[in-house]
């Protein structure tokens, strides 16, 4: 058995993992754990996967998708033919350190042989990666339950679209997206959250990181600055970055936005921000910042982008009217996805553009996305159009209303005086708020080994004052997990809060 | 009657247009070529859709079809409540002389108000663009016939993909995409292709533009130089535009790309390539340039981008290796796309990476793009596996084969001895290679009142010596559209060559 095999069979025995944390995961853990912790060294070789199945008795499947796994956030470089190495985390983490990086899932560029040599936007890119997520568990906030998606529905509104076979359907989409995907989207914008908009405003993307991406390359230059809020949604951070566009970090509190004197010297070109509910504090943008925002973007000859991503959630109250609904002057792209509502994986989004960028928008997105999808569009349009999808967001916004009455509640039997739960009433996140000398990411980590998601509050901030807590997503998981995991990371959080 | 109505219902009495060509269309080119020859002035108001369709005497719909065709393409803006103005042409065009704009096409920057303020990069996307094409009509080049898309078939396939209802297939896409059809791919590549590859380098993109964009950004920096073949496909182009890298057209014979020693003077980052059928040359790469260019790539520390976007279109003969089989230094990075085989709407490419690489580009497909649609990617797993996508390119490589034929034997009865037809044995298109006198946008243009779409191959040159030519697509057009409309191009191209 090698040096490396007992190390991980010793973390695995060692480790306090929740019982039903499958094998994967757990060697998954350990050996992130132990690569972090350095005692598996940068440009170690790994046994082989069969080598360490046997050392570790486990089916040899488990370790290779560890492995996978591990190779996908950048823990460990496979080489063909030569076999699995240990990456060298702090080549990359030195100059991101306070900037975001996230506890699960930084990874590094690959090891540098001339071979791998990435651009340094590359690097930069990949050197902090969220990555893809291991599994859906307990918690990851963010994630809407598709589970309740109505298959059979959709699939005979699908069917309808296929049966009738048209060509148009089946080449790139044109002119912004399927018109009647743009009505009907118009409608619900004017009538739910009284955007201003007529149909030819509206393109169809495929999401928010595409309708980011073309704002960001059509609006603003390389340097140019983003005011971005602080804490920030990553993806809008990540494509605003890959576009070379300087960040400004714009202090939240709990009226949203709050643009100081010192941001006001500086010159942006982009200013993005999720009025609704920001994300991640949850915090609603009042009026009077939404006026003064709109103010602030006139003077700077400025671009808004409106994020309102996941409007459709709001529990108690009447919804509050889009952002772009009060702005006179043309300065707001607004912007909006099926992906929360319907399902991820659907890819389609919105995005409402000032009538005088309509023609340049259009012929971006054609010539550099060429969309496409029209079958998934035109069902959709369906969807709509018949009243299914106001009828699936109803019965959604009950189903996750009730849950996360419920995660509030396992809570707060367990949580101390000093930890409170954010009070914003949307979403599919709560926030629990922890005292500052809580360390959040640790925290985080240590309910990783328990088989639960959550996410640190604190590594979406790019400056401080950062605040610590967790984000707690309910939306996908059931009454009996809420009831389960919900006790026992109350009980985690307060013996970390009473330490 | 207002003069501007006057001018288009002259124009529209006088143009000898093609019997059959809908008025919309009619409506489209006359304005069109009104704007171009500056009878319709920059910054002129058009009459309302109301008052041109009763001068005109045409359904209002119609002129509204032609109207939103003419903005899409930025040759007139609609200003919400103020009505539509002829756009400023000439603010653009002049920086763009010679590089590649499209005859039909090419658009302008809306006026420049400030509201209407596009970045510097945002302006120089669209002043050119190709935009979207006005409808599908014969001879535009790289058309698909997607009508023979086996609908019943596929919709079958689908089916059973979503009554099985997989939570993980509505879930965004992880670890480079649907596994089952990664390994497909992996499959395919390695027998049809020649390509060296395993599973874990397969990564799965939204179609070929996502995987250049993803390429660009991750292996280049702002500045940084990028080879191309001259002439180009404009889709690459205008992708390694958008993450502004500097060009160098380098010149095409019939061995494809010959690198020339100015060339070897620049130090090139990316290396963009189309090996098996140069687009739109249709030239193949010989067997001593491959290895030049391998050999090159090595020297200058370079990536080779090798687009194989329709080496399933070979009529005769045995379809050469992938340029990436042959590359021992881990070099090249290999695409291709299911839009040109199956339907273009599908969205679904696939990106092969070297071992090295595989990490950032895992974690960077996820992090910027957050792909999707896995139901499309399980079916179209199913449909690999199940033999049906070997099945359709050998139906669909008979049925443009006999068309090529039949386009060859139209022209040929009708064009000069000056003009020959392209000698190469794949693809979609046919090139029709004029001598260097004729101006070959002008007999496109003259062919598009017609209503038959080919393009002048001159226009996809950056830099002389410029061929002149027309680029004819025949796979999606019939039998009979392609005797009638065969012969009116020949007769067209036949009376400007002896002019």
Known sequence: MSPTSDLLAAALAQSGFHP???????LYEAAKAAIHQQRLGAGGKLPSSRDLARDLGMARNTVIAAFEQLAAEGYVVSSRGSGTYVADLQAHSASMRGVGATPQGRSTAPAATPSARLSRRGQELTSYAAGPQFEIQPFAPGDPDFSSFPFKLWQRLQNRVWREARNDLLDYGQSGGHLPLRQAITEYLRISRSVKVEVEQVM?????????????????????TAWIEDPCYWGARRVFQARELKLRPITVDSDGIAIAAADLATKPRLIYVTPSHQYPTGAVMSLARRRELLD????????????DYDSEFRYTGRPLAALQGLDHDDRVLYMGTFSKVLYPGIKVGY??????????????LYDLQRPGQLTVQATLADFITLGHFTAHVRKIRQTYGARRELLRHMLAQKLPRSVTISREESGLHLVIELPDQVDDMALAQQAAMQGISVKALSTYYLKPPIRRGLLVGYAYCTPEQITDYGRLLGTIIAAEAAA
């Open 20 to 26: 039903r944390l499958p094998q994967q995961r757990r």
């Open 204 to 224: 169809i993307t495929a999401g928010t990181q595409q309708s980011l991406d073309l704002c960001a390359q059509l609006l603003a230059d390389v340097g140019d």
């Open 296 to 307: 602030v973007a006139v003077r700077k000859d400025a671009w808004i982008l409106e994020d």
């Open 351 to 364: 995005l409402v553009v000032p009538p005088a960028l309509i023609p340049a928008f259009r012929s971006a």
